[in-house]
């Protein structure tokens, strides 16, 4: 996935974030760096330093030191660091700005590890943590989900200070609790050891830089879409969510990095992109010229599925930093099909 860098959409994309890359000269860590967020995060920092001479350093953190090496192309600002993200960091490393993007994030790993996600989350946001609360001149963004919502009657909008429950006597629900924990850390270690962290609330996140191994429902359309064939619905896809596309989430994400108020969460999202499942699979389909068909999951498939609900995140407190999205729904996944045809040709 090197070549997606050199990819005019993509690139062209990414130069809408760096007006919100407010720092020079800087070290970033970002933690998951070969995933969805974090990939595309490294690469709007290496691009600023490309473009405008930032001359920041980044290190890519993940677990897999080959994975880091097929998504990014060596250069001398930018370091691997290949480890767990719950293993202590070398305190020989300084970091001015930590973007916390490590965590399992796909229905499968869910379903399936569900001890790995809650220990990954768990773990590895209590380690990112001690080491601010050690070093209190660093920054620190935590990557966080719509799902710590839950659910609430009736409701279909959240704010920033909604709360619904969760059902923890499902498996799933490791995912949305452990991330529900690790919010309260955040707050926590601002409030008693005043570490300087802002929290990011992330809608459904779709981009050209997902893992080929996601099996979320609109990453499953677009390999369906690509592939030509015929895009699966295993529900009616009625629940209603807020999409976004991976440049605008970013672009969100470093708006919050330096604008956003410490201890604060912010949802993240494009309210432009309000639309059910049904919405988005019809949406891919016209894109790719394929049909959409529908077909019962199976029962491993079902244990990773949340329930159905509409839940569609507010977005006023993070325009209210400044930050708007550039991408309609239908702009951000075409940009999404060609950027990957082309990276499969």
Known sequence: MKEIYDNKLYRDGLETVIPYIEAKGKTFLVTGASGLIGSCMVDALLLANDLFGYQNKVYALGRSKEKLQNRFSKRDDLVFLAQDVAAPFDEGLGFDFIIHAASNADPHSYAVYPVETILTNVAGAKNILEYCAKHKETRMLFTSTFEVYGKTEGAVYYSEDDHGVINY??????????????????????????????????????????????????????????????????????????????????????????????????????????????????????ICGVEVIFDLP????????????????????????????????NRGFSDTVNILQKREK
């Open 169 to 286: 006597n499902e498996i799933r629900s490791g995912y949305p609790e452990s991330k529900r924990v690790c919010e309260l850390m955040v707050r926590s270690y601002h409030s008693e050891y005043g570490v300087d962290a802002v929290i990011g609330r992330l809608c459904s996140i779709y981009g050209p830089c997902m893992n080929p191994g996601d099996n979320k429902a609109h990453a499953q359309f677009l390999n369906k879409g690509i592939q030509k064939e015929s895009i699966v619905l295993k529900s009616p896809g009625l629940q209603k969510r807020t999409y976004c596309y991976v440049i605008d989430a970013v672009s969100g994400l470093m708006c919050l990095l330096f604008r956003g108020v410490s201890g604060e969460a912010y949802n993240v999202a494009n309210k432009e992109s309000e639309v059910t499942i049904k919405d988005v699979a019809n949406e891919v389909a016209k």
């Open 298 to 329: 199976s029962e491993e498939e079902q244990r990773g599925f949340s329930k159905p609900q509409d839940i569609v995140l507010k977005t006023d407190k993070l325009e209210a930093l400044g930050w708007e999205a550039k991408y309609s729904l």
